[in-house]
């Protein structure tokens, strides 16, 4: 499965990006999908992920009440919706699938595909 990730770029504080990842098949419904970022020197961490028939989402505590992540199977993609934007979410963002149990959605290792992430910054 390849994955592509795509809407990053640059906004002031504040304001809202929407992030897609999109799979090259139509597997995508198979798979846990989340979202995790790293910032320059930083290690690459959870943001958000949603179970395969999207009935359960899990959230960094960073971003709870700002981001919304969905997902649309038959468009083989799932959504981050990322509002009241701050300077510190500034990150390449990378898109994952795997099948983690909800506990496990934070762990990197749980997941078998990644998208190639893309740049989100936030201007103060």
């Known amino acids: 499965v390849q994955l592509q990730a795509s809407g990053g770029g640059l906004v002031q504080a504040g304001g809202s990006l929407r992030l897609s990842c999109s799979a090259s098949e139509r597997t995508l419904r198979d798979y846990v999908v989340s979202w995790f970022r790293q910032a320059p020197g930083q290690e690459r961490v959870f943001v958000a992920g949603i179970s395969r028939r999207g009935s359960s989402t899990n959230y960094a505590d960073s971003v709870k009440g700002r981001f919304t992540i969905s997902r649309d199977d038959v468009k083989s993609a799932v959504y981050v919706q990322m509002s009241s934007l701050k300077p510190e979410d500034t990150a390449i963002y990378y898109c994952?699938?795997?099948?983690?149990?909800?506990?496990?959605?934070?762990?990197?290792?749980?997941?078998?595909?990644w998208g190639q992430g893309t740049q989100v910054t936030v201007s103060s």
């Open positions: 994952a699938a795997g099948r983690p149990v909800l506990s496990a959605y934070d762990q990197l290792n749980m997941y078998y595909y």
